[in-house]
């Protein structure tokens, strides 16, 4: 079955440090995601990605957050000047079309933990 | 404010036993609705889109009421297998995003 992949699993950064999480969408999907699960929450959207531009985003995804997709493959989410709130998990999402029917598929995740 | 409520449990039951989970969401412009399953520090993974008409899938259950605002699914003959948390999530309409409940807690004990 295919699937999202990400890395890395788990990554410690010190505070004021920035991060690149990266992804890799399942190949013929043309909507990503990136999610955030802070431990105990519920989980939040932050971006999705479509035909090279953001289609939307929400009041989480601020300056600090940027997304790219560098190459035919992989999806990035880079958080800059983190902070010790940015402590996550970090989930990119992708989807073959408009999702409604279907919903995503996720990857497994991210661990992002700010010292 | 689009919100998704549910009960956050836990529901201890015990193996065989049918469970059933409710979910409320507030905005009435919701257009399609579905359950994921969270295992602990997991990524989300649908278990079943839920359609108008209520849809079944195997063991699982699951009812839409739009004029409730209203969405269940019921787990029948429960496995140990079953513990984990279920999550209520919709997509508003105009969007592609999933916003999801905070989830609720299933554990299936021997």
């Known amino acids: 079955e295919p699937e999202v992949t990400q890395t890395p699993s788990h990554q410690v950064t010190q505070m004021g440090q920035e991060v690149i999480l990266r992804c890799v969408p399942i190949s013929n999907h043309l909507y990503f995601y990136w999610y955030r699960q802070i431990l105990g929450q519920k989980v939040e959207f932050l971006v999705s990605?479509?035909?090279?531009?953001?289609?939307?985003k929400s009041e989480i995804f601020d300056d600090q957050f940027s997304v790219e997709r560098p190459d035919g493959s992989n999806f990035t989410l880079k958080i800059r000047s983190t902070k010790l709130e940015d402590s996550a998990m970090y989930f990119c999402?992708?989807?073959?079309?408009?999702?409604?029917?279907?919903?995503?598929?996720f990857g497994s995740g991210t661990r992002l933990t700010v010292v | 404010r689009k919100e998704v409520e549910q009960d956050p449990g836990p529901f201890n039951v015990p193996e065989g036993a049918t469970v059933a989970f409710n979910c409320t969401y507030s905005n009435s412009a919701s257009q399609s609705f579905f359950w994921y399953r969270q295992d602990c520090r997991k990524e989300p993974k649908l278990l079943m889109s839920?359609?108008?008409s209520g849809n079944e899938d195997g063991r699982f259950t699951a009812q839409l009421n739009r004029a409730s605002q209203y969405i269940s699914l019921l787990i029948r003959d429960s496995k140990l297998s079953d513990s984990a948390t279920y999550l209520c999530v919709v997509i508003h309409s105009g969007y592609s995003t999933l916003t999801f409940g905070k989830g609720t807690m299933l554990l299936v004990s021997p």
């Open positions: 839920v359609y108008s």
């Open positions: 990605f479509y035909n090279n531009e953001i289609s939307e």
């Open positions: 999402a992708s989807s073959e079309s408009s999702p409604g029917a279907y919903g995503y598929t």
